[in-house]
């Protein structure tokens, strides 16, 4: 069902959008997070429902870096 909400909001197939549009892309994908029942919940208690580019690379980095 995401795919079909993607290609309507993006007018093209979701694996075809360019990248140019790419931080369109992630924040239409966060808006609709955001408004699941889930991603409500989350943030009124303060909870991340996801964290940004950055925050992931450094995560998994400094975790690769510490194992090597």
Known sequence: MI??????EFKAPTYF???DRFEE?????QG???????GRVNAKRGIP??????EYVMQHMGAA???S
């Open 32 to 38: 609709r997070i955001d408004n699941t029942i889930l």
């Open 25 to 29: 892309w992630v924040d239409f994908l």
């Open 3 to 8: 795919f079909k909400n993607i290609e309507a």
């Open 65 to 67: 870096a510490t194992t």
């Open 17 to 19: 959008i360019p990248e």
């Open 49 to 54: 429902n996801y964290e940004s580019f950055d």
